[in-house]
């Protein structure tokens, strides 16, 4: 109902690419500007990426060129295409309804050396 699935995480090496997906409710989805964030162990939750209801997107400057994030409003989902990948991205990534500040459980992301 109110909640949301994200998908595509795993481990790759340094450079490699990765797409995560989060599938929402219709609605939850149609009202909401959806963003991205990740968490780092012992580290605080970042914002990454976010899109707005008409497509507009806002990256954080650690990923501007490497990540981009899109949403198919027919599938409900949103995606986020990781290119580049650095250690530094290694992190569990979460989806979030903004207005509603629903989240998903979250999907593991890790990048070797």
């Known amino acids: 109902q109110v909640q949301l699935v994200e998908s595509g995480g795993g481990l790759v090496q340094a450079g490699g690419s990765l797409r995560l997906s989060c599938a929402a409710s219709?609605?939850?989805?149609?009202?909401?500007?959806m963003g991205w964030y990740r968490q780092a162990p012992g580290k605080q939750r970042e914002l990454v990426a976010i899109?707005?209801?008409?497509?507009?997107?806002n990256y954080a400057d650690s990923v501007k060129g490497r990540f981009a994030i899109s949403r198919d409003n027919a599938k409900n989902t949103v995606y986020l295409q990781m290119n580049s990948l650095k250690p530094e991205d290694t992190a569990v990534y979460y989806c979030?309804?903004?207005?509603?500040?629903?989240w998903g459980q979250g999907t593991q992301v890790t990048v070797s050396s």
């Open positions: 219709g609605i939850i989805f149609k009202v909401n500007t």
């Open positions: 899109i707005s209801k008409v497509g507009s997107t």
């Open positions: 979030n309804a903004e207005e509603g500040d629903y």
